[in-house]
């Protein structure tokens, strides 16, 4: 008996593991399904990923880079609608243009008990020119019920053969089955980079291939032969890597705030094309290492060529550093200069588009074309001037040598002294050191005359620094009085010029009234606002009313009063990844405040201190009580520009100890 | 003889060249009134509109924009969108520098050429050719001219000098020719502040208004489309993708729509018939049935934006939605309307504007779709008590319109004609928001609490998504509701909505450390744990629009709280109550023995518009609430050595 139980419960394994994915195979179970047994807060999940991408030869169009996609969805409420819209991008260039065809694409549903199948309709699919470039194809399924389960799959036909889309392992729903191949023949030699927290490996095996040409050949006959026509066929054969990857169980991707770019961390593949080598022809060199990236960057005519330009600038640079000897002077006087004279048309790149001249002469152009320019104009100063490549939070860390591992170019300085200076000419507000936020990405690679690279540290090692003075005098009503000094270092200078600068100061104070829940702004300046090479210095003074609870005949208030900390930003209770701030960051505060004519102390908030672990961060609050008198210093500092999740926990407890430490209640009673 | 026509075509076009020739350029000129508070500023905007027949418009403009800053880029506005029906002859523009003179010409070529789909939209057929310019200083000024022909005239634009804040107009100016057949109404709105220069000869019809200043945006103040000054314009006769249409009031507007636009596209597979037959077979009141099939339509089609062609006003046959089940909300309410037909259930397709923030009518006296709708819904006159069914939800309840279409003149469009009805209007008792609740503190100021929380009317509307959060979600849901309440720990919660009702419950438990502040021998707490209002509206120091206060809403609190041992109460808030024109609040402390306090809070917000003096003292009460809202209780240590 016991044996047949066993038997019976594998059996039923069996039948659980036995799904069958092919297309319009869709069972019973799947459609029955609730939700997600291991994550019930699925809206939706794959329940199989299929992908095949293959080169294909036809004589008529030579190799040809096929995909093939098969997916198959289960939908569980409403909130997965929108996985029953599929959205693809097509890329076009001159005459070349990607394909997409084949589509079948089904929605079922149970329907008493029965599996009923809806097919999608033509009019169901749309595909519209986005961009020169770009070519979009959406379609949308019919008859989505919750609990209905679709399934598509198509193809796309791409001449672009060095351009593989990313194996993408890891979405915002889980993904039960996993199957995705790449094949390639040995004439194509592709380089293979991982990322993600989650690591994949493929399966590799070798295949043979076969190419078949039919040669026709005519040849007029001599004397009395007439023409002849012969048909050849020969064939060549080749090897194919085949990888493949096959997972199980992929689970969801969620969103966390601070993080710098949620697709470092997803799991992925891509596919780079190092270099082809053709029967009987030359190996061609697309990428292979970050030198060979750097070298081919550096002799691109859009990127090298336009750095050795200097005819288009030398009368206004000798005009400008006709009295100027001090390279550091010289350097600010470039810097300045070429912010004034090119602007940033928004378009980012580390290849000019129009190229330095007509940038210089239009007084416009991509990042490239404005900080390659700046760099040549240092150089042609005797400055050492270096290109560094660099990639933008949104496009992700370049974890592989790839050409399109970088998107922007910045400049560095480097003085006999040893010291450097970053410099990005593409914001008005930016400065020696202080980089547009976006670009305060890991680490860039300056490239040298040589050709030549090497790491630079992107993240800012200076602190942005915060720093508020305040002098209250408080009223027995619990009205304030005071005045406000706050100083605003670096990157949180960057920030204010960014959002302030430019608008008419009385609707800056308004804004300032609006910001402290209505305070009453007497008297207000602002200072360094366009000096970016000083802090900002903004002073006010002001009067607000009931900052302090009456109590009977005692006055309870916090010595932060209206500026203090009231939330923690951090509200999940784990994380996953890494908390990513930018840069490192201290907030101070010096508080005296003047008491009531009457009143004495009678409790004050005890001094205090605490840290993250590994120097990370600090708080240090202290207080001191004199006769009419109280003065309070506080300080909260962060370190490092990435607190890794490990850290999490103790970062959220740090926050949540600065919010209750700064509702600290002072109390003074009556005389 | 020319006819009189093209002697009008001649005097139009010719008409801005008058003005533009004494027109510089020169941004140093411009007046400092109208740079005031300005990013940009319209130098010139003229339309010029033939429109022989009602089956051809040509559209020609030229538009002269200098902006200021970075901001006002924005406003140059040098796009024009195309279609099947709609094209472009003429597209060109200049770009000259802050003394007027040129920098830069574009042609058509180089105008950004994309297809007009917006976030929510699925496909359109209409796409938009744009200028795409970056300055490389500021201030400069754009010179934007095009030509449109368009095969469509049921939407004429209006004469919309100023359309956005931070914007000032120096000129803009504004005609129409005509040809014999075509009689055009007008409709004025929203000049009184500023001149209107009109001129109406036969064949032609003129508008001027010059020196606009910038204006900002205001919180609690009416829509920008109702404050704006605005010419409406319309013909009775007119072309929509090759119906031809003559009317002059919303009945026969009315019986063209439903003629050439709905009839016919109701047909239903018999399939699907059967199922609606017997679904509502036994059931008498027509109400019941019609919440059946609003349920039917609930579960089995769901909402995607689809334009293609007629798309932009009639919707896709009720077969098709019953094949595909998507649609958009024209395709939509259409499907339901077949399928409430099937059931003996008549209802009447509705257009109107939809917006929560917009709330704008659809004029009596006005008669014409351009501007006046965006949005299809549904209508059961249910013999007087109108039900308004929202179909492009597949989660609200039946006859829940929320804030999206609430409170607003709609066109219903009914086989006999179009008729403007008010939808409906929920008053602040009926958006009401109750929490009953209870708090225990320890001893060391910690915080224990589980709430009741009902919620009604438009108070249901701002909630009942929370429905479908996945519970990650709603745990991040509550601790931003109560961000104030640090370190605030999710112990459990229960959500119910009752659709059947339209009320939604929240039941909470949560905990937290260190709510009450320990200072000394004393422990200091904000009475009011679970809803503070802590919204205090922007000061204006200089207000310029009225007060509107678009929805009223009540709130009725009642919490219990017990304290910790070894306290006794020191003092206690004040009872208070304020009753003014905006609203009502109440807030009363009342002690029931030495260790529970009872809570009670009400506080009413009443909607209406009020005179731009009323600004600061709406204010003033929304700032005594916030205060009372956070008013403290003071506990301290009862004496252990006695």
Not at chain 1, 407 to 416: H, R, S
Not at chain 2, 355 to 380: A, E, P, W, Y
Request: glycine share 6%; aromatic share 14%; charged share 25%.
């Amino acid at each position: 008996m016991r044996k047949i139980i066993v038997l019976f419960g594998f059996l039923c394994a069996i039948c659980v593991q036995a799904q069958d994915y092919k297309f319009g195979k869709v069972s019973k179970e799947e459609l029955e399904q609730k939700f997600n047994s291991t994550d019930s807060s699925a809206s939706a999940t794959y329940l199989y990923k299929y992908r095949n991408s293959f080169f294909e030869y036809t004589q008529e169009k030579g190799f040809e880079l096929i995909t093939e996609v098969y997916e198959r969805v289960k939908i569980y409420n409403k909130d997965g609608f929108d996985y029953a819209t599929k959205q693809l991008s097509l890329y076009k260039s001159n005459s070349n243009e990607e394909n997409f065809t084949g589509l079948k694409a089904s929605t079922y549903n149970l329907e008493k008990g029965k599996v009923v199948e809806s097919k999608i309709s033509k009019s169901a699919i749309f595909e519209n020119e986005a961009s020169k470039y770009k070519n979009k194809v959406k379609f949308t399924m019919p008859n989505i019920k919750e609990g209905c389960v679709i399934e598509y799959k198509y193809k796309i036909m791409s001449p672009f053969l060095s351009n593989v889309d990313d194996y993408v392992f890891q979405y915002d729903i889980p993904i039960n089955k996993l199957y995705a191949k790449f094949q390639s023949p040995e004439y194509f030699v592709f380089k293979v980079n991982t990322k993600g927290f989650f690591a994949v490996t493929p399966k590799v095996e070798r295949k043979t291939g076969r190419i078949l040409i039919n040669t026709k050949t005519r040849s007029s006959g001599s004397g009395f032969s007439s023409v002849r026509t012969s048909f050849e066929s020969s064939q060549i054969e080749y090897i194919t890597n085949v990888s493949t990857y096959e997972l199980d169980n992929v689970p969801a991707m969620k969103e966390e705030p601070y993080v710098n770019n949620i697709n470092n961390y997803r799991s992925s593949i891509n596919y780079e094309l190092s270099y082809t080598q053709f029967p009987y022809s030359r190996v061609e060199y697309y990428s292979t290492t970050w030198e060979d990236v750097v070298k081919n960057t550096y002799e691109n005519e859009d990127f090298g060529g336009q750095l050795k330009k200097t005819g288009y600038y030398e009368n206004e640079v000798d005009a400008l550093l006709a009295s100027v000897s001090d390279p550091k002077q010289k350097v600010t006087f470039i810097y300045d200069f070429v912010k004034s004279q090119v602007k940033w048309n928004g378009y980012y790149g580390y290849l000019t588009d129009v190229g330095v001249k007509k940038a210089y002469k239009e007084k416009v152009g991509n990042v490239a074309e404005i900080n390659l320019m700046l760099t040549s104009m240092l150089r042609y100063a005797g400055i050492r001037a270096y290109p560094v490549l660099v990639s933008t939070r949104n496009h992700g860390i370049p974890l592989f040598p790839t050409r399109e591992g970088y998107n922007y170019v910045i400049t560095c300085a480097k003085f006999d002294d040893g010291s450097e200076v970053l410099l990005d000419a593409t914001s008005s507000y930016c400065h020696l050191n202080v980089l547009p936020f976006k670009a305060l990405n890991w680490k860039g690679r300056a490239i040298n005359e040589q050709g030549n690279s090497t790491f630079v540290d992107l993240y800012p090692k200076k602190l942005s620094q915060d720093i508020t003075v305040l002098m209250i005098d408080l009223n027995e009503d619990g009205s304030i009085h005071g005045s406000c000094r706050k100083t605003k270092s670096n990157y949180r200078a960057l920030t204010y010029r960014e959002k302030y600068n430019g608008i008419d100061k009385d609707d800056y104070i308004e804004k300032l009234d609006n910001k402290y829940n209505g305070i009453d702004i007497l008297e207000f300046e602002v200072k360094n606002s366009t000096d970016l090479g000083k802090p900002i210095v903004e002073t006010f003074e002001f009067e607000k009313e009931s900052q302090a609870d009456i109590v009977g005949d005692k006055l309870y208030f916090s010595p932060l009063f209206f500026f203090k900390e009231n939330e923690n930003p951090f509200k999940l209770e784990n994380r996953e990844y890494p908390v990513d701030f930018g840069y490192p960051f201290q907030t101070s505060f010096r508080i005296i405040i003047n008491l009531p004519e009457g009143y004495k102390i009678e409790s004050l908030p005890e001094k205090g201190a605490f840290s993250l672990p590994e120097n990370l961060g600090i708080f240090q609050y202290n207080v001191v009580g004199m006769k009419n008198q109280i003065q309070v210093t506080i300080k909260s500092r962060i370190n490092s520009s990435i607190i890794g999740s490990e850290y999490y926990v103790a970062l959220k407890t740090f926050f949540s100890e600065i919010v209750n430490k700064e509702a600290e209640q002072i109390v003074l009673t009556k005389v | 003889m020319i006819p009189k026509f093209f002697v009008n075509i001649l005097f139009v076009f010719t008409s801005f060249l008058v003005v533009s020739q004494d027109l510089s350029y020169n941004a140093l000129t411009i007046s400092p009134d109208l740079k005031k508070d300005a990013n940009a500023i319209i130098r010139l905007n003229d339309v010029s509109i033939v429109m022989e027949t009602a089956s051809k418009m040509y559209t020609k403009g030229k538009r002269v924009v200098t902006v200021f800053n970075k901001r006002g880029n924005k406003h140059v506005n040098a796009h024009a969108y195309y279609d099947e029906t709609t094209k472009i002859k003429d597209l060109k523009a200049i770009v000259y520098d802050g003394f007027g003179e040129p920098l830069k010409k574009i042609r058509e070529s180089d105008f950004k050429d994309v297809s007009a789909v917006d976030g929510g939209t699925l496909y359109s057929d209409s796409r938009v050719k744009y200028l795409e310019y970056t300055p490389a200083s500021y201030p400069y000024t754009v010179e934007f001219t095009y030509e449109i022909v368009n095969e469509n005239t049921a939407f004429i634009r209006s004469f919309t000098p100023i359309n956005d804040y931070f914007l000032s107009v120096e000129n803009s100016q504004y005609s129409i020719a005509y040809g014999e057949e075509i009689q055009l109404r007008t409709k004025e709105n929203n000049f009184n502040a500023i001149e209107l220069i009109k001129e109406d000869k036969p064949g032609i019809l003129k508008f001027r208004v010059k020196d606009i200043p910038a204006f900002e945006p205001e919180a609690y103040s009416p829509a920008t489309n109702v404050l704006l000054p605005e010419v409406m314009i319309a013909s009775d006769k007119f072309v929509y993708e090759g119906v031809f249409a003559d009317v002059n009031n919303w009945k026969s507007m009315g019986s063209w729509f439903h003629n050439n636009l709905l009839k016919g596209r109701s047909a239903i597979s018999t399939g699907t018939r059967s199922k609606i037959l017997k679904l509502v077979d036994g059931v008498d009141n027509p109400i019941e049935r019609a919440k059946i099939v609003y349920q039917f339509v609930q579960d089995n089609a769901r909402y995607i934006s689809v334009q293609v062609g007629i798309g932009g006003m009639q919707p896709i046959s009720a077969i098709e939605v019953d094949l595909l089940k998507y649609g958009d909300c024209k395709g939509l309410s259409n499907y339901t309307k077949s399928l409430l037909e099937i059931a003996g259930v008549e209802s009447y397709y509705t257009r109107l504007y939809a917006s929560r923030d917009n709330v704008l009518n659809v004029k009596n006296d006005f008669v014409s779709f351009q501007g006046q709708t965006n949005h299809v819904i549904l209508n059961i006159p249910d013999n007087g008590n109108d039900i308004w069914l929202e179909c492009t939800s597949q989660d609200a309840p039946f006859g829940f319109i929320g804030a999206f279409t609430d409170d607003r003149d709609a066109l219903v469009i009914t086989p006999e004609g179009g008729q403007i009805k008010h939808t409906k209007k929920y008053l602040p008792e009926e958006s009401l928001q109750s929490i009953s609740g209870e708090y225990s503190l320890t001893g060391a100021g910690d915080i224990k609490a589980e709430v009741v929380i009902k919620s009604m009317g438009i108070q249901y509307d701002d909630k009942y998504k929370l429905d479908s959060e996945t519970p990650r979600e709603l745990d991040k849901h509550y601790k931003t509701r109560w961000r104030y309440i640090n370190g605030l720990v999710l112990h459990d919660f229960k959500i119910v909505n009752n659709k059947d009702d339209v009320i939604f419950s929240e039941n909470v438990v949560f905990e937290a450390s260190k709510y009450a502040k320990i200072v000394g021998d004393r422990m200091l707490f904000s009475v009011n744990a679970f809803n503070r209002n802590r919204e205090i509206p922007n000061r204006y120091r200089n207000r310029k629009f009225p007060l509107k206060i678009n929805r009223g809403f009540k709130d009725v609190d009642v919490f219990t709280i017990t304290l910790p041992k070894g306290y006794k109460i020191e003092a206690l808030p004040h009872d208070v109550l304020i009753e003014n024109k905006f609203g009502r609040y109440l807030a009363e402390v009342q002690k029931i023995d030495e260790t529970t306090i009872k809570y009670s809070r009400e506080f009413t917000v009443l909607d209406g518009q009020f005179p731009k003096e009323n600004y600061a003292k709406f204010r003033d009460f929304f700032k005594t609430v916030a205060k009372n809202d956070n008013a403290k209780i003071a506990l301290i240590k009862t004496n252990t050595n006695p």
